[in-house]
């Protein structure tokens, strides 16, 4: 089992440039997260699915939007690209919707910077 | 606003002593759980207890947790330069999702 796997490992964009940030698990997990980590500030949650088909809102969404593309994959996409968001960009997994309960799977994350 | 703080922010030891690390809560919680991140990685989960615990073991962590003063701490016993690493506590106070602490950085020197 490869657990959970991002591309890319590291990405340099400008600002105003657009891409995707992708996470897949092979787990059979139902729930799955995206985080931003920047120093000092711990892991925030940017968006989550519960389950396939499902995607909500964390404390800090905006300048993104996800994609949950079946069970297995929940992509992270940056429209217009800002220097704020030049972040260490983590995906993590759980079995189950009440992440309170749950272990978390992490991937090794996407370090991004934005010019 | 974060929901846990780690205390202290950072930790240094030599190996073989015992490394004590905080975390204080705002709001009520079902779970506290501990996760440990190597330089680089992701985070790994070490341990979960749930408001009704006051005290978890697994291996050589233990945990406890005081829900009256809202606060958590990790104890790794004979600390070994491999556990260099940051801690982070992470509460369910809001629901469904996780809210993770800032965390301590632990050095052991060997």
């Known amino acids: 089992n490869a657990g959970v796997t991002q591309t890319p490992k590291f990405q340099v964009l400008k600002t105003g440039q657009s891409m995707t940030l992708q996470c897949a698990q092979d787990m059979n997990h139902n729930s799955m997260y995206w985080y931003r980590q920047d120093p000092g500030m711990g892991l925030r949650l940017i968006y989550y699915?519960?389950?396939?088909?499902?995607?909500d809102k964390g404390e800090v969404p905006n300048g993104y939007n996800v994609s949950r593309l079946n069970k297995r994959e929940f992509s992270l996409r940056l429209e217009s690209a800002a220097p704020s968001q030049t972040s260490v960009y983590f995906c993590a997994s759980a079995m189950g919707v009440l992440a309170g309960e749950e272990t978390q799977y992490f991937g090794p994350g996407t370090r991004l910077l934005v010019l | 606003s974060q929901q846990g703080e780690e205390d202290p922010q950072a930790l240094s030891i030599q190996e073989g002593e015992n490394a004590t690390m905080n975390c204080s809560y705002k709001?009520?919680?079902?779970?506290l759980q501990w996760y440990r991140q190597n330089s680089g990685r992701g985070l790994v989960h070490l341990i979960l207890i749930r408001s009704n615990e006051r005290e978890k073991h697994s291996g050589r962590l233990r945990v406890t947790l005081d829900t009256s003063k809202k606060s958590s701490s990790l104890l790794i016993t004979a600390s070994r330069a491999a556990d260099t690493a940051s801690y982070f506590c992470a509460t369910d106070a809001r629901g469904a999702n996780l809210i993770f602490g800032k965390g301590t950085k632990l050095s052991v020197k060997p």
């Open positions: 699915s519960a389950s396939e088909g499902t995607t």
């Open positions: 709001t009520s919680i079902n779970n």
